[in-house]
Every structure is written in structure tokens, then in C-alpha cells.
């Protein structure tokens, strides 16, 4: 498996609270995404990067920031989590962007009560 | 925007049997990927098709991409317990963003 770790795995949060996500690579990949995973709805994206500082809205990114300073992280914010942002959240990295596979995380359970 | 719908959203075989996904896309792709995700883990690179009429095969696995690059299935053969996941189509269309945009997958279970 590529060098991914997300974190936490797992997490309950109460609503209004802000939510950091963090992932990590060690495989020097340009390219990160944060996806979130809900049943029926596949994998959607919210936001993904393309370098350091270099972000961009995915189609589901109301109510999410993310950040990358540096090339290994690419966090990902709730800024006040709501029960509707109860999902699967899935990190992935790709060398290239879109053309080559992606490789993703192994995810986190976010619940928001 | 890029819309790419996945057909059908589940199926229950007996094993043995076979078994086929269909992703269609609103507009033409740049190419398509295909991943797995086995129940509880994360979705895993299966294969990408990039030329029209493409063909690729797997062992019992067969991907075709669409001759107007619209369209793309996957074919299993002889479906075994092991096959059992989430199969997702994933399409990149053509311009400045190069995003992958999922189907919503298809659920296979297969009964041993």
C-alpha cells in the first residue's frame, strides 16, 4: 500500500465544533484529494490540492477549508461540523493529477451529534 | 458539471454466475478508472482505460471502454466470494480540471 495515513480514524463530534482531518503521504505526490463517502452517493469530492498552497473547490465544499503548507500534508477543516457532514471521509494522492491511479487512505469516521 | 452515472446500484449473484457494471458519462472522457472497495476498507486501483474501443482483461475481470468514450463496463466471470465489494468507475473529462468524478458504484454480494 502507498504511504498514506489518515487521522484520526474515528472521531464523534458535537455540532458547532470545529473539525480538523489531517493526512499524511510519504510518497511525494503532487496531487491530494479529501473525498467523503455516503451510501448512495458514491465518492464525492470536496476539495483537492495540486502543490503546496495550491487548493481547489471539488463538488461538495460548502462548509469545508482545507490547507496544504506542506508537500506530505493536506488537512481538511469543518469549521462548525454539522450532523449532515456525518460521512466517510476518504484522503487519496496521485502523482499525477487525474491521468495515473490514485491511492487513498484508509479513512475516517467522522459522526457529528 | 461531469455527470457519471453507474448501473445498477446493486447486485446479488450466486457464485459462479457472472457479473457486469455499466458507467455512462454525460461527456466525453479523457479516460476511466476502475476501483474496488472491499466492505469496511478503502477503494483500490483496478485498471484504467484510455483508448476508444479499449478492451483490458484481468483474469476474470474484462473492462471495455466505449468507442465514443462515453461509456465503459466491467465483466466478471465465474463470480467467486472473494469478488464481494463496491465497484466504482471513475472518469476524467477533457479542460482545465482534471478531476476524477466517481459513480455512485455498484454493490456486488455474492451468495457461496
Known amino acids: 500500500d502507498a504511504g498514506i495515513t489518515q487521522s484520526p480514524r474515528h472521531k464523534v463530534t458535537e455540532t458547532g465544533t470545529p473539525v480538523t482531518l489531517r493526512c499524511h503521504q510519504t510518497e511525494n505526490h503532487r496531487y491530494m484529494y479529501w473525498y467523503r463517502q455516503d451510501p448512495g452517493h458514491g465518492l464525492r469530492l470536496i476539495h483537492y490540492?495540486?502543490?503546496?498552497?495550491?487548493?481547489d473547490k471539488g463538488e461538495v465544499s460548502d462548509g469545508y477549508s482545507v490547507s496544504r503548507s506542506k508537500t506530505e500534508d493536506f488537512l481538511l477543516t469543518l469549521e462548525s461540523a454539522t450532523s449532515s457532514q456525518t460521512s466517510v471521509y476518504f484522503c487519496?494522492?496521485?502523482?499525477?493529477?487525474?491521468?495515473?491511479?490514485?491511492?487513498f487512505g484508509q479513512g475516517t469516521r467522522l459522526t457529528v451529534v | 458539471g461531469q455527470q457519471v452515472m453507474q448501473i445498477p446500484q446493486y447486485q446479488h449473484v450466486q457464485e459462479g454466475e457472472d457479473f457486469t457494471t455499466y458507467c455512462n458519462s454525460s461527456t466525453t472522457l479523457s479516460n476511466i478508472q476502475w476501483y474496488k472497495q472491499r466492505p469496511g476498507g478503502h477503494p483500490v486501483f483496478l485498471i484504467q482505460l484510455v483508448k476508444s474501443g479499449e478492451v483490458k482483461k484481468q483474469k476474470r475481470l474484462t473492462f471495455q471502454f466505449g468507442e465514443a468514450k462515453k461509456n465503459s463496463s466491467l465483466h466478471i466471470t465465474a463470480t467467486q466470494t472473494t469478488d464481494v465489494g463496491t465497484y466504482f468507475c471513475?472518469?476524467?473529462?477533457?479542460?482545465?480540471?482534471?478531476?476524477?468524478?466517481f459513480g455512485k458504484g455498484t454493490l456486488l454480494t455474492v451468495n457461496p
Open positions: 471513475a472518469g476524467i473529462s477533457g479542460g482545465s480540471n482534471y478531476k476524477l468524478t
Open positions: 487519496a494522492i496521485s502523482e499525477f493529477q487525474g491521468d495515473t491511479e490514485a491511492f
Open positions: 490540492s495540486y502543490g503546496v498552497k495550491d487548493t
